[in-house]
C-alpha cells in the first residue's frame, strides 16, 4: 500500500501515535480514578457549550483527550482506529506533520459540534418561551458535555480514505470488505443522519467536522504531491 520514505523506516507504532495513545490511556485512568472520587474532570476538561457556566476556553483541546468513563469501549475503539488508519499517515507525513494534523483536525470538530449544539439550544428555548418545555430541558442541552478523540480520529480516517480509496476494509458488521471511500461516505451519511433526527448521546456533528477538514487538509498539503495517493 505504501513504500518505506522515511530515514528511519516504516514503523508499527509510530512516535505520535503511540504518545497519543498512552497520553489517552492516562486521562482515561484517571477519569476512572480520581475523577469518581471529588474531581471533576469532566466539568473541568470537557467541552461546554460557550455559554455555559462549566465552559472554559483550553476544553477545545482538552475534551478530545477524555473519554467515556463508564466503559472501556469508547477509549478502546477509537485508540484501534487511531493506530489502524493513523500508522500510514504518520509514516508518509512524519511525527509533526501528523501531529498538527490531528490537533487541527480535533479543535475544528470542536468547534462544529459547539455550533450545532448552539442551533439545539436555541430551539428548546424557543419552546421554552412558547412554555412547551420546562427551563431544565434548556439547562441540560447547555451543560452537556462533548469528550473523546473521535471527531480527530474521524478527520485521520477521512484522510486515509482519500489517500486510499481503494483500500479493502471490514466494517463490523457489514460481511463482506468494502472501500475505503464507500466506507467513509457510509460513517459520514450515519452521521448527518444521526445528527439531525437522533441525538442519542453521540457528537455526530463533531465526526463531520473533523473528516471535512481532515479532507480539506489533505487536498491541501497533497497539491504537488499525488504519488502519496493510491
Known sequence: MATDIRPGGWQVLPTIIKNLIIINALVWLAQITVGKNGVPMEDLFALHYVKSDLYKPWQFLTY????????????????????????????????????????????????????????????????????????????????VPVLGASGAVMGIFAAFAYSFPNSQLFVFPIPFPIKAKWALLGFVAYDLFGGLYSGGGIAHFAHIGGAVLGIILVIIWNRKNRRNFY
Do not use: K
Open 64 to 143: 478530545m483527550f477524555l473519554h467515556d468513563p463508564n466503559g472501556p469501549f469508547h477509549i478502546l475503539f477509537n485508540m484501534l482506529a487511531l493506530w489502524m488508519f493513523g500508522s500510514t499517515l504518520e509514516n508518509l507525513w512524519g511525527p509533526m506533520r501528523f501531529l498538527l494534523f490531528y490537533i487541527l483536525c480535533g479543535l475544528f470538530a470542536g468547534f462544529v459540534q459547539v455550533l450545532a449544539m448552539g442551533f439545539d439550544i436555541n430551539a428548546a428555548m424557543n419552546l421554552y418561551n412558547e412554555g412547551r418545555v420546562p427551563a431544565q430541558v434548556v439547562t441540560g442541552l447547555t451543560d
